[in-house]
Each structure stands twice: as structure tokens, then as C-alpha cells.
């Protein structure tokens, strides 16, 4: 149960390795919605991105149940990995990661700095995910999901300062991945006893749990074609979704296009780089703004790490 109790509990295993994140009303995003946005800065983290806090708490709780584990491995479009590889680095245990091929490179290059063993394999993040269950049982090593209670209880401390530190809100916009950041609102929000509104942000090109919670249950999708990695997932995970559908006002989705417009918007309004999935509730925001007029919203930044070719092609227009 992630009672407050328990969400604490994490929030200080966070607090020991990395001070909060701020949050920030910035007057120019403000103007530009219409309403009060409260931006929660995860890529101000050691990682650049809001993962960071899960994986120091699920890999201490680890350690902690067993001294001796042999390593962990995990799949991951990036953030995820990078969480994993710090807080491994942290407390001695060995961390494998399996990305995609066509993974970022900044991303591959930030996991291994950290420590990690990096293996590609697969087209997307879902192959990605069978290979590294594959590689746990073949080589004895600990399978780390990037969605379990341990990991919501970590990205929960980021809602536990955004709710305590900023004025009431009425919505909080959130991207959705594969729903630890989501979850962890919501069971935020619920034991602090608020009403703000949830709203996730999915992008078109990969609308698996849009679909979900449209239909109330696990709706899978063939592929997960966007820009915005961090949202590139086709099979929501049935916890997740279970939180989301309870906790969660609706589901919106944004274009690619509405996402690099809000990667600029950032940029000229507060002068920090946001990655696609960071910028994606923000995207959504300016979609619904005649929804927000006069009121008071926070904005989830949950990550910078973009590539600079990337950014220079999508978002600038360059080419690379």
C-alpha cells in the first residue's frame, strides 16, 4: 500500500542522494497558456530526468533484501537505464541494460558513463524488454521492470514537492511512458487528500494507453512511432493502467509537430531544454488552453536528455 507513510519513506531515500528538483511559475510560459504553469523541473536531477529517484530506491531496497545479488538488468529507451546504472554505481551493484538498435546515442553514451553494460537488441523498447528477461535467466541476474511499486514510490517523491511546495493546482499534466511517472501523481495527490486533476499525455504515434483507458482495459498496439522516446511504448503494463484509470481525469494525445513547438516554447520562455516527453505535457497544455484560462497548472519537465542531432533535425528544422 503507498500510503503516505510509505511514500516518505522513499522521499528520504531520494533526499540522501539528491536535493529536491524546484518548481517554478515562469511569467512568459504563463502568458503564453493563459493560465498560472508551475513547471516541475525533473531535468534538473544527477540523470537530466525524473527516473532517477525510482532507481535509488528500488536498487537500495534491493541491496538491502540481498547483499549479494549478482546484478540487475533492465530495458529502457534511456531514462530508465540511466536510473538504474546511478543508483547501481551508488550501492555497488552490477547494472546491464538492453536498448533497442536505433537507441539514442547521448542516452547509450550517459548509461555507459554511469556504469552500465549496454547490449542492443530488438526494433523497439517491447523487444528490448523480452531480450534483457531472457539475458536475467540466463546469466542470474535480477530482472528490474521499469513499473513497480518500489519504483512509484521513488518517482513519488517528485509529486510529494511539486503538491507541497507550489500553490494549490487544479490539473497537473504528465506524460505517460510506461506510467511510473503518472502513478506516482496520482498516489501523491491520494495521500495527501487533494482533488487536482491528472491528466496524461500520450503522443499520437503511440497511443497505447489512451487507447487502455478509452476502453477501460489493456489495449495493445502494433508500433510506437514518435520522436519522444520516453513515450515509445505499446504494451501498458496492467498495474499502471489500473492506477491511471482510477486516479487519472483522461488521456490526451500530442502530435510530434505540438511537441517540438513545445520544445521551443521552453526554450524562449524559461531557457531550459526539455526532451520530447518533457515537453509533451506542455504540448497538451497549449492544446486545451481555452480549457485553463485563469487557472493554476503544474507542468511535469520530467527530462532534457536529448540527442543534438535530434533536437537540431525535429525541433529546429536543420537537418543533422
Known amino acids: ?32 497558456l493563459g493560465a498560472e504553469a508551475w513547471v516541475k523541473h525533473e531535468n534538473h536531477t544527477p540523470t537530466g530526468a525524473f527516473k532517477v529517484r525510482g532507481g535509488l530506491v528500488y536498487v537500495q531496497r534491493l541491496k538491502a533484501a ?18 538504474l546504472a546511478y543508483a547501481g554505481a551508488r550501492h555497488g551493484v552490477p547494472v546491464t541494460i538492453v536498448v533497442p538498435y536505433g537507441n539514442s546515442t547521448e542516452k547509450n553514451a550517459a548509461m555507459r558513463a554511469f556504469g552500465a553494460r549496454l547490449v542492443e537488441h530488438g526494433e523497439d ?9 531472457a539475458l536475467a535467466k540466463r546469466e542470474g541476474l535480477v530482472f528490474a521492470p521499469s513499473f513497480a511499486p518500489d519504483l512509484v514510490a521513488g518517482v513519488a517523491s517528485y509529486a510529494l514537492e511539486l503538491f507541497r511546495a507550489a500553490p494549490p493546482l487544479e490539473a497537473v499534466y504528465v506524460p505517460v511512458g510506461l506510467g511510473s511517472g503518472i502513478c506516482g501523481l496520482i498516489v501523491a495527490r491520494d495521500a495527501l487528500g487533494l482533488a487536482t486533476e491528472i491528466v496524461g499525455v500520450q503522443s499520437d504515434g503511440a497511443n497505447a494507453y489512451a487507447l487502455s483507458f478509452a476502453a477501460g482495459r489493456v489495449v495493445q498496439t502494433e508500433r510506437a512511432t514518435t520522436n519522444a522516446d520516453g ?12 492506477i491511471i484509470l482510477r486516479g ?32 509533451a505535457p506542455l504540448a497538451a497544455a497549449l492544446a486545451e ?32
Open 289 to 320: 488552453r481555452g480549457r485553463l484560462a485563469g487557472k493554476r497548472i503544474g507542468l511535469i519537465l520530467c527530462g532534457g536528455n536529448i540527442d543534438l542531432a535530434l533536437f537540431r533535425s525535429w525541433v529546429l528544422g536543420a537537418g543533422s
Open 1 to 32: 500500500m503507498l500510503d503516505l507513510d510509505t511514500l516518505e519513506a522513499a522521499q528520504r531515500i531520494v533526499h540522501a542522494a539528491m536535493p529536491p528538483t524546484p518548481q517554478y511559475a515562469w511569467p512568459l510560459l504563463s502568458a503564453r
Open 248 to 279: 487519472a481525469a483522461r488521456i490526451v494525445t500530442v502530435s510530434d509537430d505540438q511537441v517540438a513547438e513545445a520544445i521551443r516554447a521552453y526554450w524562449t520562455d524559461t531557457h531550459n531544454l526539455a526532451e520530447g516527453a518533457g515537453a
Open 231 to 242: 513515450m515509445a511504448t505499446r504494451m501498458p503494463d496492467p498495474e499502471a493502467l489500473a
Open 125 to 133: 523498447f517491447d523487444a528490448a524488454r523480452l531480450h534483457a528477461e
Open 66 to 83: 540481498r547483499p549479494d545479488v549478482p546484478g540487475i538488468v533492465s530495458a529502457t529507451r534511456g531514462n530508465h537505464g540511466q536510473s
